[in-house]
T-cell receptor
Framework: KAGVTQTPRYLIKTRGQQVTLSCSPI?????VSWYQQTPGQGLQFLFE???????NKGNFPGRFSGRQFSNSRSEMNVSTLELGDSALYLC????????????FGQGTRLTVV | QKEVEQNSGPLSVPEGAIASLNCTYS??????FFWYRQYSGKSPELIMS????GDKEDGRFTAQLNKASQYVSLLIRDSQPSDSATYLC???????????FGAGTRLTVKP
């Protein structure tokens, strides 16, 4: 059974640009959550999607957005990149999101220069 | 007060010893609790989930939950050098589905 797949693994962008990250969940999983991990702030919740709807959102600015497709694959977009957006972006998939175990992908390492 | 608190460590134990990792949380209505292991440069890997008060054992790992004290712990028996990693405690709140993570405890097991 394939795990959670994130693409790309590494990305270098310039300030002001935008970026799109992709996440394919485990087959049958309908919930996808996104997290940002930095050395200073740890793992912070961005948002969760279930059945193509954003079900929950963390405390991040509107520059961070996402969507989920009918096959449960999810994308995350960050517009007008800032140096502080440099981080490891992780997605986690779970069956329903509610009280079920979540499994992480390998992450996308974003560097903003 | 942080939502999920862990001792940042580092925690150092000799090979073969028991490593004890602790976590407290602030949301009294939390229902689901998880322990993840994260090796340097890698993504978090789920070790244990626990939903009810008491102990849950899986191989060398035992998770303990005390909802009254808002406390969850992870014991690693017969610690191995390969257990050296950062251990993240995660809690799902009652109201939302988002997992809140502690800052993690870095464990080093010395041969």
């Amino acid at each position: 059974k394939a795990g959670v797949t994130q693409t790309p693994r590494y990305l270098i962008k310039t300030r002001g640009q935008q970026v799109t990250l992709s996440c394919s969940p485990i087959s049958g999983h309908r919930s996808v959550s996104w997290y940002q991990q930095t050395p200073g702030q740890g793992l912070q919740f961005l948002f969760e999607y279930f059945s193509e709807t954003q079900r929950n959102k963390g405390n991040f600015p509107g520059r961070f957005s996402g969507r989920q497709f009918s096959n449960s694959r999810s994308e995350m977009n960050v517009s007008t990149l800032e140096l502080g957006d440099s981080a490891l972006y992780l997605c986690a998939s779970s069956l329903t999101g509610r009280d079920t175990e979540a499994f992480f992908g390998q992450g996308t390492r974003l560097t903003v220069v | 007060q942080k939502e999920v608190e862990q001792n940042s460590g580092p925690l150092s134990v000799p090979e073969g010893a028991i490593a004890s990792l602790n976590c407290t949380y602030s949301d009294r209505g939390s229902q689901s609790f998880f322990w993840y292991r994260q090796y340097s440069g890698k993504s978090p890997e789920l070790i244990m989930s626990i939903y009810s008060n008491g102990d849950k054992e899986d191989g060398r790992f035992t998770a303990q939950l005390n909802k009254a004290s808002q406390y969850v712990s992870l014991l690693i028996r017969d610690s191995q050098p390969s257990d050296s990693a950062t251990y993240l405690c995660a809690v799902k709140g009652q109201r939302n589905n988002d997992m809140r993570f502690g800052a993690g405890t870095r464990l080093t097991v010395k041969p």
